[in-house]
């Protein structure tokens, strides 16, 4: 096959240093796009290319992109953002967006931990919550009234806020950020990584911090280098919570990495006795620790390989890119002492004891990045061979750092984040030579997100006619690209989320990492498309609250042209560039049957809903 | 044969009402196709039941005479009920009585109905909702990475042709259990579910018409099929039935979302749309504070899966023989209660088995002596019964299934024997 010929001659020439930066202008050189060899004109190609690289064609797109020229539009969108003074506007009320880790977990605590809270500070617990023979009596229901009541209070004196808030607020930066961000690439890739890299809101502890996960680890680099991306989300406190890797700990047993760095000290004259003197005492408190605590709450030590084996499987190498259960399990050693720094209010007497040792701790080896924390007295520092590579003992936090890099690097991975970004952009069936193409691109461009886009669109292969419409939109890319459509003004996103949890995409809700699968077929069965068509009729009558729409004019001519002429039009503005003459001939007659129905607005509203709910307006 | 085309056109604009004959016409066209499978729509149906947040199966089933429970749990332990109505445990057999709560269940165990499984859980200790209730879920214990969910797999294993009511969980969205391959209904409440909420209004049946003539004409073959599917499945739910759907008599369910679930699940296998897997949940179960005894929070709680489950079970008089229901938790609580008079994260709990096939009346399983050297962990019911040797069980014996290895990759157990074969 091509693709591993070619390895070769990268592979060593990555030898001598990795391939330079493209040099300005080079994007360019690459010159027109070849939509021409497709048979396509340039406003056909101008609507493929949005359909493909943003979440929805609004009335004027097709006409702007031809405006300023294909090749410049997509230079536009791989280029830096600029500020989105408009969408800043809309955005500014949601105030947890500006919010950092440990603001979030200090105004959102879980439900459960302002209980604990207001139980630990007396003003819930068995005084409000009534006795416990009480709980029989006719009272226990006042009781629970009482107690829910001071909890109430008890969350707004310290201003906690619901979690509620925070998703609903996540959930409708996504939606606002896509119908009306004008860098709309960013947008569908950040959507297309977030899957990538899935965490879930369903999970209690990453919950807090899905939004800036997103916003931190993702968005930032959804046009730069793959591998820091990888490494932003390995780090971040989603990601170490929902794969759990903040529970991963050497094995007890094992020597650390702090026993290494004391190690060294107790070379130097003079520490020897002070550190054995030190170390004793800390293991003699530690046993007396663990005696007094419930058994719940001993530490458990030992790896767990959860992250490991899924930043293989399904982050980078993919499954059969060729590593081992062996791999697995030394690459969950190399991530050991990877853990969430201490927040929020629970995390608060932790965090005060920490941040008062924290210059101590760092001369043994913990490393504190915002809410990340390298613990080295976790950290398994013993030997490792991790894909043929072998970490020798004492190593630290650059472990896990060195193993991102070669994953990142890995063929294995050019290939799976190749094909995963064909199928989103290209088809289902993305051809071989195009995937190699596109993975031989991310290694001479040390996995460059930009580069790839910028080769997908360079390729035969995506303007091809039978790759053109074959895909299927996933849910939320039907609602916002229906709002887009019709010029839909949105104020509240609640229930147009709520119908897209209905579509069968709960955004940020995903249990599996593996995230949504990008198919056809996943998103279409007898249920989903009922509640498709219902959407469709629901968002063009008016009925979705918090959304406006416009007043659809009325047609002008006789009666019988104006069913045909309303409909080319919508047609038009919904599906630009779609040959839409059957479903015309098709929808005609049942417009014509009455005669004022177009007159109405209702009779133009629901036209167009039948047009977004059409089969057509499904795939892109 | 008739295409699919003609098939809609001569069944033409009849099909507005529900099914002739409360035979839907799908059905029919699926026994017309694959002739020698199933007849008609009367098949097999596994309801599961996910009891979210952690069952305390000690307290729903427990020891009557286990000395040291008064020990453990001093405000939690219930002494056998003197008499029949009266407060505390109700004796089952010799060695366990089950929760006040639960009374409604009595006469299905004696009939030799309902089956309690107990110390069931999973060989991860996990003591974590979300793993463990994913383990569960995917049916494989230790592994995140499954993407699809047990009952999807036993769902894509069913012989016959699927009809678009094959696999449907009365959720807002898809549970884990129900993540993979095979296409799944999530429905969260069945009279929303159809095209015009129940009513017909003209525009309803403008646009009803103009949607089938767009999918029915559309090349696209994927969305031709689904939309045939949806326009019959959306028909048959806009049925007169569907709001006005009369329970049996005696079936009262609870007017809570779980009492609903199963009763638009009653309602689904009663009107032979072809569902062979359905799923409810129930949260509410993590119980750790002031749980109660045989009153309070997990009285309520089970008082209400109890009623639920009573009622749908009276609901179906005339369907039970082909109907299996099975709960599942994803974990059990502490022997000890804590000090808030509620229990933490365990291991084991127990489930309930409801069929005319079950070896009902009994309960299988069972705990052992409380002393702390029995206990996992010194604190736990262990864990004696993998949940899927009990699933495995149900997926063999009720639905056919009886190839674990696709259902339970990597699983090497044996099935317990629960069913009559």
């Known amino acids: 096959m091509v693709f591993w010929a070619l390895l070769v001659v990268i592979v060593m020439y990555q030898g001598v240093g990795w391939a330079a930066e493209p040099e300005p202008g080079e994007a360019s050189q690459l010159g027109s796009l070849p939509w021409r060899e497709a048979g396509l004109t340039e406003r056909g190609a101008a609507v493929h290319l949005l359909n493909r690289l943003t979440f929805g064609i609004r009335p004027g797109d097709v006409e702007a992109v031809l405006a300023v020229g294909l090749e410049e539009w997509v230079e536009a969108q791989l280029g830096p953002s600029p500020e989105d003074g408009a969408l800043g506007k809309r955005l500014a009320g949601h105030r947890a967006l500006r919010m950092t880790n440990e603001e979030i977990a200090m105004t959102y605590p879980a439900r459960g931990q302002v209980a604990f809270l207001a139980r630990r500070d007396g003003r819930i617990g068995d005084r409000a919550d009534g006795t416990r023979q009480g709980e029989s009596s006719p009272g226990a229901e006042g009781n629970r009234r009482a107690a829910r009541m001071h909890l109430l209070a008890y969350a707004r004196e310290q201003g906690y806020r619901p979690q509620s808030e925070l998703l609903e607020q996540l959930a409708a930066q996504k939606f606002l950020r896509a119908v009306y961000g004008e860098k709309q690439l960013v947008e569908v890739l950040t959507d297309f990584w977030f899957n990538h890299f899935n965490v879930s809101v369903t999970h209690n502890r990453a919950r807090p911090y899905v939004l800036t996960f997103e916003r931190d680890a993702i968005r930032p680099h959804v046009l730069g280098k793959f591998g820091e991306m990888l490494g932003a989300t390995a780090r971040h406190p989603a990601m170490l919570f929902y794969l759990d890797n903040a529970k991963s700990t050497a094995p007890s047993g094992a020597r650390t990495t702090m026993d290494h760095e004391l190690e060294r000290y107790r070379k130097l004259p003079g520490l020897r006795n002070r550190i054995d003197r030190a170390l004793q005492e800390r293991s003699r408190r530690q046993s007396e620790a663990e005696k007094m605590l419930p058994r719940e709450l001993k530490s458990r030590r030992g790896i767990n390989e959860n992250y490991a084996r899924e930043l293989m499987e399904l982050h980078t190498m993919g499954v059969d890119g060729g590593y081992s259960q062996w791999d697995v399990v030394e690459v969950a050693r190399a991530f050991t002492g990877w853990f969430v720094y201490p927040m929020g209010p629970v995390g608060g007497e932790a965090r005060v004891r920490l941040e008062g040792r924290m210059k101590r701790a760092r001369r043994v080896g913990f490393v504190r990045e915002g809410g990340f924390l390298f613990r080295s007295d976790l950290h398994d520092a013993e030997e490792k061979m991790i894909l043929g590579e072998s970490f020798p003992e004492g190593g630290g936090l650059e472990e896990g750092e060195r193993v991102l890099e070669i994953v990142a690097r890995h063929p294995s991975t050019a290939r799976h984040v190749a094909r995963k970004m064909a199928v989103r952009f290209v088809s289902e069936t993305p051809s071989p030579e195009l995937v190699d193409r596109l993975a031989i691109r991310f290694l001479e461009t040390d996995g460059d997100i930009a580069e790839i886009v910028r080769a997908i669109v360079h390729s035969a292969g995506f303007w091809k006619e039978s790759t053109r419409r074959s895909k299927v939109k996933s849910p939320f890319a039907l609602a916002v690209s229906a709002v887009r459509g019709v010029g839909a003004e949105v104020r509240d996103c609640r229930e147009l989320l709520r119908w897209v949890r209905a579509m069968g995409e709960p955004v940020y809700a995903y249990q599996a990492p593996t995230g949504f699968p990008d198919r056809a077929e996943a998103w279409i069965s007898a249920g989903s498309l009922v509640q498709r068509m219902k959407f469709a009729v629901s968002l063009a009558l008016g009925r979705i609250r918090g959304v406006e729409v416009p007043s659809y004019q009325k047609p002008g001519g006789s009666l019988s042209a104006s069913a045909g002429s309303s409909l080319r039009r919508s047609g038009a503005m919904l599906l630009p560039g779609r040959d839409l003459e059957s479903t015309i001939g098709l929808l005609t007659p049942l417009f014509e049957e009455t005669e004022s129905r177009l007159e109405t607005w209702r009779g133009r509203a629901e036209l167009v809903g039948m047009l977004i709910g059409s089969p057509e307006f499904q795939r892109y | ?421």
Not at chain 2, 344 to 361: E, N
Not at chain 2, 386 to 401: K, Y
């Open chain 2, 1 to 421: 044969m008739w295409s699919r085309r003609a098939f809609l056109k001569a069944g033409g604009l009849a099909m507005f009402s529900a099914g002739v004959g409360g035979v839907p016409r799908f059905i029919s066209r699926t026994a017309l196709a694959s002739s020698g499978g199933m007849a008609g729509g009367k098949r097999r149906v596994l309801v599961a039941i996910f009891q979210r947040g952690a069952m305390d199966g000690l307290m729903a089933v427990s020891p009557l005479e286990e000395p040291l429970l008064r020990q453990y749990r001093p405000h939690l332990m219930m002494e056998p009920a003197p008499r029949a109505g009266g407060e505390g445990l109700i004796p089952l057999d010799a060695l366990y009585g089950m929760h006040p709560g639960l009374s409604s269940l009595l006469p299905l165990y004696r009939e030799g109905h309902l089956a309690i499984v107990h110390g069931v859980g999973s060989p991860d200790t996990t003591r974590s909702h979300f793993d463990a209730q994913d383990y569960m879920e995917t049916g494989t214990p230790g592994r995140k990475g499954t993407g699809s969910g047990w009952l999807n797999r036993a769902t894509r294993m069913l012989p016959g042709e699927a009809t678009p009511f094959r696999a449907v969980a009365m959720t807002s969205s898809l549970p884990r259990s129900l993540y993979g391959e095979e296409p799944a209904l999530a429905i969260a409440d069945l009279p929303s579910f159809g095209f015009t909420g129940g009513r017909r209004s003209k525009g309803g049946s403008l646009l009803l018409r103009g949607f089938q003539s767009l999918y029915e004409d559309t090349v696209d073959p994927l969305l031709r099929k689904a939309g045939g599917e949806s326009f019959e499945a959306a028909r048959l739910l806009s049925g007169s039935n569907r709001e006005s759907y009369r329970p049996a008599a005696g079936a009262n369910y609870p007017e809570t979302r779980f009492g609903k679930s199963l009763r638009q699940i009653a309602q689904l296998i009663k009107s032979d749309v072809g569902l062979e897997v359905a799923f409810a949940e129930m949260g509410g179960w993590d119980t750790h504070v002031q749980q109660g005894a045989s009153t309070g929070p997990f009285a309520r709680l089970s008082g209400e899966l109890a009623g639920g489950i009573s009622a749908f079970w009276a609901d179906l008089q005339d369907e039970r023989e082909r109907v299996l229901l099975m709960t599942m938790t994803e974990f059990g609580r502490t022997v000890r209660e804590n000090g808030s008079g509620g229990t933490d994260h365990g291991r084991a709990s127990c489930l309930f088995l409801l069929g005319q096939g079950v070896k009902g009346g009994a309960v299988h399983g069972g705990l052992p002596p409380l002393m702390e050297s029995e206990l996992e962990e010194g604190r736990d019911l262990p864990v004696r019964v993998d949940f899927r040797s009990v699933f495995g069980e149900v997926a063999a014996r009720h639905l056919g299934l009886a190839d674990a290895s696709e259902l339970f990759p990597g699983w090497k157990g044996v099935r317990m024997d629960l069913l009559r074969a």
